[in-house]
């Protein structure tokens, strides 16, 4: 009994949705506005800025309870910190108003949150919150140093060792050695005044508001801070000026992570969800094969092809349906894409790809030279922006250029655009080298990539943290259902090219044709999940993020641009190529490509603009300011893209198509790029701007991408071409048989024109 | 041996006592923006220049078929040729 995919989609709807919606939101819905359980021993400080006299006790206290080197890189001879750093974990900061009304200190530290920022999005949980004393700690021997934390935290406070090979993530303990041998912190034990005092929160809340009782009007609202805010923190503020100007944003009485992740911890609730619409894909993609590899025959049939793939020794009759089928596509040549035909005639090694390999050896070295020296030394990444092009560019932009396996594999199998599967392998060879290039760096700039180790262990996977999400899921995917898709042009390679390996070849086949359905609809399923995740990453982020970016439909629009601009690589890297080897273009399908693009990116535009308005932020895009600049540039490079690649199709001009792709791409990598690096607002104060190190090993990483398409495409059937190519592709063969001969490179006697056994087996 | 060094003071009083509450981060480098312009110029130069010729890139296409045909018709007439003859050339 056959299922249709209307029939398929109905049954998931009636079934399967409810059961997981049940499982995944219902459990939610129950601890909907609930507070935050606060640890049986919940220990904490107590900071009152109305007394501090800013004597910095606490600050030499801090370092010498932590055994740590004062930190006197301001200057040679004192200790004065700037800021919260690798050195320092406590710091007292002053605030002075220009105007000249009242001043305060402030003592920085860890505020110890009740539902920690840097806890929910630490992938294998070297940041945990300790169940009895709720003390935020950090185990050196998870953490990978992916610095998430300095990206999450609201309070700005997790510091990285920007220098050495074995960097440490540095923030307030509460002195936890010196608690288990029943001392008090030592910020708390030296105040002269009583501004810091230590004990149990509750005891701390109550003393808290003795003291705003005792004293009426002298503290800003009669509040404390962290009670509620953030969903409550066991470092408790009292101040007399607003605690915004002490660098203590208001947030609001919900945690960040409970505010932000509320969508991304529902869908990914025991994998319900997931495992209802991989079910679903694997259904589709089944019934989609079986229709497509039956098309598919009838076609090699009429063409002529499949006696010609089928007969590759060459019989006399093949060589007559051979010659056949040449005299028939030399007397009506179309464009028309029907093979994958290797780019011949080329040279692989030329001064090009030499200008590549140099860059590729550049970047090796220095990333060498980074693993050694650190991650300061070599880019401009800082405590504000602990996050630099590698991942924000490299991972963020890149993988969803490269994410052409999954949008086009979607639309071509999935809503059976048929004409679409002649791009498929450019698609899926894009997009491997995207990831593969894209995860290569993200070890390099991993601080700590020794403790990757952990991702082989689920057990300390965190679950709700959308870079553990990100990062398992990518490594999966393009290790396995990518890697595995890529598959066939390597094994038609080895079947046309030596005949001696053709059964095992076969047989390698038809293991892999079983589990296609699988693999191809895990393919799907996984990309999904971490190009939103991509998204998700930077709702941690909160109102750090600029409002015309932050927004809860942060993945959607992640994966959304995902596809438009995945759609852009693929068929503008295909039309580069055609261009550059002189390949005919099937504008056929092109157009179907470029129409699916520009509907995509029209979906897409109203989505954020829509979003944008119902969150009341559009009063931002006219602001005279850098984000305002970007949001413009970003959205007009996508809409005029999105409308060229409309004008494209009407008239079948390539030229507009391709700057449509470029264009829209440039204005999707912007929108990609800008939540972690252009729209990110950590502190005013702070720049970020790639270092030349830094921009060379991005650009080698970029170089060994492109130097593993080019080697891919003149090596395999990659890319798209009519016909009579693969037919030319024989002849030019037979022309150089000498030279190949002589060569011993290619065994080229498999192209189905008129080789004679005796002759293969005199090679 | 001496029981102490004398410390070059060259400047007696702390820097800035207290840090700001937001404090300046990283900086801005004139040799890694050359750096970027120039890879932005060149990519977007090829762009343009790439684009310019996808004017003509289906009259190439077009012009390519009929080239391919021409070299299939040669193919065709040198396979006719007798096998021995062929050994021989080879």
């Known amino acids: 009994m056959s299922i249709t995919r209307r029939q398929l989609f109905t049954g998931i709807a009636k079934a399967g949705i409810p059961a997981a919606v049940a499982v995944t939101v219902g459990t939610d819905i129950l601890h909907a506005g609930e507070p935050i359980p606060v640890p049986s021993a919940a220990v904490g400080l107590l900071y009152d800025a109305s007394v501090c006299i800013g004597c910095k006790a606490c600050v030499a206290a801090c370092a010498e309870a932590n055994d740590t080197p004062p930190d006197t890189r301001r200057d040679a001879l004192h200790q004065a910190p700037e800021d919260l750093n690798d050195l320092t974990r406590n710091v007292i900061k002053l605030y002075k108003p220009e105007d000249g009304s009242a001043f305060s200190f402030v003592k920085r530290q860890c505020m110890h949150c009740l539902d920690p920022a840097c806890a929910a999005g630490c992938p294998f949980q070297a940041l945990h919150k300790n169940p009895e004393s709720g003390i935020v700690e950090w185990d050196a021997s998870k953490c990978i140093g992916c610095r998430y934390c300095t990206i999450t935290c609201p309070y700005h406070i997790p510091r990285f060792q920007w220098v050495g090979f074995n960097p440490r993530v540095t923030k307030c303990e509460l002195c936890k050695d010196r608690l288990a041998k029943g001392l008090k912190p030592g910020c708390t034990s030296v105040c002269p005044t009583g501004a810091v005092i230590f004990g149990p929160r509750s005891v701390l809340l109550l003393e808290a508001k003795q003291r705003i009782a005792k004293n009426p009007g002298r503290y800003y609202q009669n509040r404390v801070y962290g009670e509620f805010d953030n969903g409550g923190t066991q470092s408790l503020y009292l101040s007399k000026v607003p605690f915004e100007k002490l660098g203590l944003p208001e947030l609001g009485p919900e945690s960040v992570p409970a505010r932000t992740l509320r969508w991304q911890r529902r869908f990914y609730q025991y994998f319900a969800l997931p495992a209802v619409l991989y079910a679903g894909l694997v259904q589709v993609i089944r019934t989609s094969l079986k229709g497509h590899e039956q098309e598919a025959h009838e076609r090699e049939k009429e063409t002529g092809l499949r006696a010609q793939l089928e007969g590759a020794t060459m019989s006399a009759t093949t060589t007559n349906a051979t010659a056949t089928t040449r005299a028939a596509t030399t007397s009506a040549p179309s464009n028309r894409w029907e093979r994958n035909v290797p780019v011949y005639g080329f040279p692989v090694v030329n001064g090009f790809s030499l200008g590549l390999l140099a860059l590729i050896l550049v970047a090796f070295a220095l990333s060498g030279y980074r693993e050694l020296a650190g991650l300061g030394p070599v880019s401009g990444m800082n405590d504000a922006y602990g996050w630099g092009i590698w991942k924000t560019f490299n991972l963020m932009v890149l993988t969803a250029l490269g994410s052409g396996a999954f949008a086009v594999g979607i639309a071509a199998w999935v809503f059976r655009r048929k004409r679409l599967h002649a791009l498929m392998r450019m698609a899926l060879l894009t997009s491997f080298l995207a990831y593969a290039c894209g995860l290569l760096l993200l070890g390099i700039d991993a601080g700590r990539p020794w403790n990757f180790y952990w991702i082989v262990f689920p057990w300390r996977w965190n679950m709700h943290s959308p870079l553990a999400e990100v990062a398992i899921c990518m490594s999966i995917y393009a290790m396995i259902p990518l890697a595995v898709e890529n598959i066939p042009p390597v094994l038609e390679r080895l079947w046309y090219f030596d005949s001696r390996l053709r059964p095992g070849v076969e047989r390698i086949e038809k293991g892999l044709h079983y589990f296609f359905p699988w693999i191809i609809a895990a393919a799907y399923l996984l990309p999904g999940m971490h190009q939103s995740s991509l998204g998700a990453l930077m709702l941690l982020a909160g109102e750090r993020v600029h409002p015309l970016w932050q927004t809860p439909w942060l993945p959607v629009l992640y994966l959304g641009a995902a596809t438009f601009m995945s759609f852009g690589c693929v068929a503008g890297t295909t039309m580069l190529c055609c261009l550059m080897w002189k390949r005919a273009m099937d504008m056929e399908v092109l157009d179907e490509a470029a129409r699916i693009t520009s509907w995509l990116i029209f979906g897409w535009m109203g989505l954020r603009l829509l979003d944008i308005l119902f969150r009341g932020a559009i009063g931002t895009a006219f602001h005279f300011d850098r984000f305002a600049g970007v949001f413009w540039l970003e959205m007009i490079l996508i809409s005029v893209g999105a409308l060229l690649l409309r004008r494209s199709v009407r008239d079948h001009a390539p030229q507009p198509m391709f700057v449509g792709y470029i264009l829209s791409s440039l204005g999707g990598m912007i929108y990609r790029f800008s939540p972690t690096t252009l729209a990110f607002r950590p502190n005013p104060q702070a720049l970020y701007f790639p270092a030349t190190i830094e921009v060379l090993v991005s650009l080698g990483f970029i170089s060994l991408g492109i130097l593993g398409f080019l080697v891919a495409v003149k090596r395999f059937a990659i890319l798209p071409a009519p016909l009579s190519e693969w037919h030319d592709m024989a002849s030019y063969f037979r022309f150089r048989r000498p030279y190949i001969r002589w060569t011993g490179y290619f065994k080229y006697g498999h192209f189905g024109e008129d080789e004679t056994p005796e002759a293969s087996g005199s090679d | ?90």
């Open chain 2, 1 to 90: 041996m001496g029981t102490f060094e004398t410390v070059p003071i060259h400047l007696a009083t702390p820097p800035d006592t207290y840090p700001p509450i937001f404090s300046t981060e990283g900086q801005f480098k004139v040799g890694a923006a050359a750096l970027v312009g120039a890879i932005a110029g060149a990519v977007g130069g090829a762009s343009w220049v790439a684009s310019q010729r996808f004017q003509s890139s289906m009259e190439a296409g077009t012009t390519r078929i009929a080239a391919d045909r021409a070299h299939a018709e040669k193919a065709k007439a040198s396979s006719e040729k007798p096998a021995g003859r062929e050994k021989e050339e080879n």
